[in-house]
């Protein structure tokens, strides 16, 4: 939820005023669905579990049983795959809206012809990247 986060833009006239600006974007959906296909996910092994070691004559003796359990499986595995593919696009949109370049287009004063401006360094991404290769 990016536009929750403000920044300062520096007026050139007035040096002890800043106009608050908003970052744009909100792309809490795909992480948010990571982390809920990551609980779902965990509650379904605990339960399996539980089945595996507590009813293991009953899971032995259905036939229909193992299959489902199977088709869960594979399942689940199917949409961690498409969850992370849509964590890395999110951390993707992220970067790109929290770009220097995006944010000092974003600011007027930068517009005019005789300004120039300068973000500085560039933020480091490498945690956010890592989150999404594990």
């Known amino acids: 939820r990016l536009y929750q986060t403000s920044y300062a833009m520096p007026i050139c006239g007035d040096e002890s005023e800043a106009r608050i600006l908003h970052l744009v974007g909100d792309f809490?959906?795909?992480?948010?669905?990571?982390?809920?296909?990551?609980?779902?996910?965990?509650?379904?092994?605990?339960?399996?579990?539980?089945?595996?070691?507590?009813?293991?004559?009953?899971?032995?003796?259905?036939?229909?049983?193992?299959?489902?359990?199977?088709c869960v499986t594979v399942c689940f595995a199917f949409f961690w795959l498409v969850a992370a593919a849509a964590w890395g696009k999110g951390l993707s949109d992220v970067k790109a809206a929290t770009r220097p370049s995006t944010l000092i287009a974003g600011m007027g004063v930068c517009q005019d012809k005789d300004v120039v401006c300068s973000?500085?360094?560039?933020?480091?991404m490498g945690l956010a990247n890592i989150s999404v290769v594990r």
């Open 119 to 124: 973000a500085g360094t560039t933020p480091a």
């Open 28 to 70: 809490s959906a795909p992480a948010e669905f990571f982390v809920t296909l990551g609980v779902f996910s965990f509650l379904y092994s605990m339960a399996a579990l539980v089945l595996y070691l507590r009813f293991h004559s009953l899971y032995t003796e259905n036939t229909k049983l193992p299959f489902t359990d199977f």
